[in-house]
């Protein structure tokens, strides 16, 4: 199993109705991709850091992993709302220790 998360702030002005349109899209777009598993848009809550929300998602293995990461809604999404709309980010994908 791999989770791949990630947390990033917008360019957008919090609660506005581009931030709300924004993770809705995301929700709606992403999680439809097959493979996709345990979807969540999740709202940062920390004061360890500047980010504003997170995505989190997981996946069976690396070949879901894989399909996700090449399809072309999540290649689409990319280029059209997450690289002109994010203002910064940090991804991190994880896989459970054996044990």
Do not use: C
């Not at 993770?23 to 004061?47: C, H, K, N, P, W």
Request: charged share 25%; hydrophobic share 40%.
């Amino acid at each position: 199993m791999i989770r791949h998360t990630v947390t990033f702030s917008l360019n957008h002005e919090k609660g506005s109705d581009r931030e709300r349109q924004f993770l809705a899209d995301a929700q709606r777009i992403l999680s439809a991709i097959a493979g996709v598993e345990q979807f969540e848009v999740l709202r940062q809550t920390g004061a360890k850091n500047n980010f504003s929300f997170g995505l989190s998602m997981e996946f069976a293995d690396q070949q879901a992993y894989d399909f996700y990461s090449d399809h072309p809604d999540h290649v689409a999404f990319v280029r059209d709302r997450w690289l002109p709309e994010v203002k910064e980010f940090l991804e991190i994908d994880y896989e459970p220790l054996a044990g």
